[in-house]
């Protein structure tokens, strides 16, 4: 089993307020990644991260920030959410990179904008 | 265009009964391809990984094949258990680098009933 930790499961909030999903995980791993997941649509990556200050946007547009000050922790933060931020939010990580390596999953934050 | 495309979208069996869901890709070059299960409401857990090498690779009651040449995937599950309902998600890597990118399909829906 995966020991990668997202908080909050879930979350409702309004528009305009500020929001962060966290993301652990205890095994050590380098590569870090946040997916975006709407209902029945692929997972298209958002942010990544190879190892301690570093952090890169991934394939598909976001309004959200990410940061990388340990190893083990890897946040997202959006400043101002909004309805169209409304969705699931996967994060991952992998010994290698993500497409030479097994991803391991946290179990995901479903984000609801009101 | 690089995809990943996932038949059938949804799928009913009764429990005992066998499946195979069908994946193809035009994805080049070609690195490797994963089958990954996402239970409701969870994160994806890995079930296989296969390169180029590789034509068939089990885990359990399931078994994937994959035939490089004429860019097919195929998830087999042998006497379907509830426990079995979930989205499968095959996932295929482009290159054997962090220069890479994975491309998701949008999944495979199947449900098990007693």
């Known amino acids: 089993e995966a020991d990668i930790y997202q908080t909050p499961r879930y979350l409702v909030i309004g528009t305009g307020k500020k929001i962060t999903l966290e993301c652990s995980q205890t095994?050590?791993?380098?590569?870090m990644y946040w997916y975006q997941q709407d209902p029945g649509m692929e997972l298209h990556l958002i942010h990544y991260?190879?190892?301690?200050?570093?952090?890169e946007k991934g394939d598909l547009s976001s309004e959200s920030t990410v940061s990388r000050i340990r190893t083990e922790h890897f946040p997202l933060t959006l400043e101002s959410a909004r309805p169209s931020h409304t969705s699931q939010y996967l994060c991952?990580?992998?010994?290698?990179?993500?497409?030479?390596?097994?991803?391991?999953f946290g179990e995901g934050s479903r984000l609801t904008v009101l | 265009k690089n995809q990943v495309e996932q038949s059938p979208q949804s799928l009913i069996i009764l429990e005992g009964k066998n499946c195979t869901l069908q994946?193809?890709?035009?994805?080049?070059?070609?690195?490797?391809l994963r089958w990954y299960k996402q239970d409701t409401g969870r994160g994806p857990v890995s079930l296989t990984i296969?390169?180029?090498?590789?034509n068939t690779k089990s885990n359990g009651r399931y078994t994937a094949t994959l035939d490089a040449d004429t860019k097919q995937s195929s998830l087999h599950i042998t006497a379907s258990q509830l426990s079995d309902s979930a989205s499968y998600i095959c996932?295929?890597?482009?290159?054997?680098?962090?220069?890479?990118?994975?491309?998701f399909g949008r999944g495979t829906q199947l449900t098990v009933w007693p």
């Open positions: 296969m390169t180029f090498s590789e």
């Open positions: 994946c193809n890709y035009t994805v080049s070059p070609f690195s490797n």
């Open positions: 095994m050590g791993h380098d590569k």
């Open positions: 991260s190879y190892g301690v200050n570093s952090t």
């Open positions: 991952a990580s992998s010994m290698q990179g993500q497409n030479t390596g097994e991803l391991f």
């Open positions: 996932v295929v890597s482009d290159r054997g680098s962090t220069l890479g990118r994975l491309y």
